[in-house]
């Protein structure tokens, strides 16, 4: 359907998840094809772009809850020796279906974030970061670590852990400080 400059748009909400049913109605030009009904995408294919964009951003920076990870460990070591924090890493890869599951549940807890409250959380992402994870002995993501802010490493954890089981290993390191 032609949608010249004579034509005018009313939206109204349509059923269509994702985009808006417009109804194009008769303007000035008085055509006689007022009132057919077309779908227009609420964004444009670039506009679309730029909000996967953000989104697969979002999610690489910390997902859509309420843990700001940073994304470096020797800030984060830094950051911990001059304010007495710990420093607790999370070794994720978007490719796992643990840390999916994790990123879901776990790190949506009000209580899990309450828990890491006091803490520097670090989120790496494990196509990265290999020789940290040689490092200290992981060989797979999900993983934690716990340090001090002196880069003293006290735990490492590895595998996928629910709400009870991420909170103890948050609390353990908290008490072997």
Not at 2 to 18: A, P, W
Not at 145 to 155: C, K, N
Request: aromatic share 6%.
């Amino acid at each position: 359907m032609n949608q010249g400059s004579g034509f005018r748009s009313k939206i109204r909400r349509g059923g269509v998840q994702g985009s808006v049913r417009c109804r194009l109605e008769a303007g000035a030009t008085g055509r006689q094809d007022a009132g057919a009904t077309t779908h227009h995408s609420l964004l444009t294919t670039h506009q679309r772009a730029g909000v996967l964009g953000l989104v697969l951003c979002a999610g690489l920076l910390g997902g859509c809850n309420e843990i700001l990870w940073r994304p470096d460990l020797q800030g984060a070591l830094e950051q911990a020796k001059s304010d007495g924090r710990l420093v607790l890493v999370y070794y994720w890869s978007p490719m796992s279906r643990d840390c999916l599951k994790m990123d879901g549940s776990v790190f949506r807890s009000k209580d899990v974030i309450h828990t890491m409250a006091g803490t520097i959380p670090v989120r790496l992402m494990s196509s990265f970061h290999h020789e940290w994870a040689r490092q200290v002995g992981v060989s797979k993501a999900p993983a934690f670590a716990m340090y001090r802010g002196d880069g003293q490493l006290l735990r490492v954890r590895e595998g996928l852990l629910d709400e009870g089981r991420f909170r103890a290993f948050v609390v353990s390191g908290k008490l072997s400080d």
